[in-house]
């Protein structure tokens, strides 16, 4: 089969061999890709499809990513985090927000 591989080769200098010794890794900015639909997450559609309420789900995302940049959101996808969302989904009248902001000032 040809085409596009699905894995990228990188030089091994030392700027990405130590980020992989610190278990990091580097991802683009999707503002810089050439695809502006790359990364477009279709919200609206997955939560009518949920059977969540619309507006309580919007205001959870926004308050989650409210003033974050990529280079300090990477809280929001740690394992404790992702725990106060399970939590937030099967009961949205808890206090996760506070949650939340308490456990990663």
């Not at 969540?52 to 205001?59: C, I, L, Q």
């Not at 809280?75 to 937030?88: A, H, P, V």
Request: glycine residues 2%; charged residues 30%; contains cysteine.
């Amino acid at each position: 089969m040809r085409g596009i591989p699905l894995y990228r080769f990188e030089p091994a200098d030392d700027k990405r061999i130590l980020s992989l010794a610190d278990n990091k890794l580097w991802f683009s900015d999707p503002l810089n890709f050439n695809d502006p639909f790359d990364c477009k997450l279709e919200l609206e559609d997955r939560v009518y499809r949920s059977g969540y309420n619309e507006k309580p789900f919007r205001e959870a995302v926004q308050t989650l990513f409210e003033n974050q940049t990529i280079e300090n959101a990477h809280w929001l996808f740690s394992e404790r985090c992702l725990k106060f969302i399970k939590q937030w989904a099967k009961d949205p009248t808890t206090h996760t927000t506070e949650q939340i902001r308490h456990e990663f000032k």
